[in-house]
């Protein structure tokens, strides 16, 4: 059985930075497409990031040079660290394996 286990999210200041962390079990994440999304109030989920089973990795736009998406293999993870945070980046993150699995959401709010 696959789980994923996110955690990470918080309140932050905007320019401020933060980590998200979704740590798997029942699957290894080598050589598998790995991502983040996000959804904010009212909105559909959008897609944030990922990495592909060669290390590759590709952002949304607005995130560009402000995130970075990491496989963490001694923990079986998949890392978002966020930096230069900004109030339109208030959301809920969700990881999502090989495009099947997903966790469970992790809530992130930036604002003053």
């Known amino acids: 059985q696959v789980q994923l286990v996110e955690s990470g999210g918080g309140l932050v200041q905007p320019g401020g930075s933060l980590r998200l962390s979704c740590i798997v079990s029942?699957?290894?994440?080598?050589?598998?497409?790995l991502g983040w999304y996000r959804q904010a109030p009212g909105k559909e989920r959008e897609w944030v990031a990922h990495m592909g089973g060669n290390g590759d990795t590709n952002y949304e736009d607005s995130v560009q040079g402000r995130f970075t998406i990491a496989r963490d293999n001694a923990q079986n993870a998949v890392i978002l660290q966020m930096n230069s945070l900004k109030p339109e980046d208030t959301a809920v993150y969700y990881c999502?394996?090989?495009?099947?699995?997903w966790g469970q959401g992790t809530q992130v709010t930036v604002t003053s």
């Open positions: 999502n394996i090989g495009g099947r699995w």
């Open positions: 029942g699957v290894r994440l080598s050589n598998l497409v």
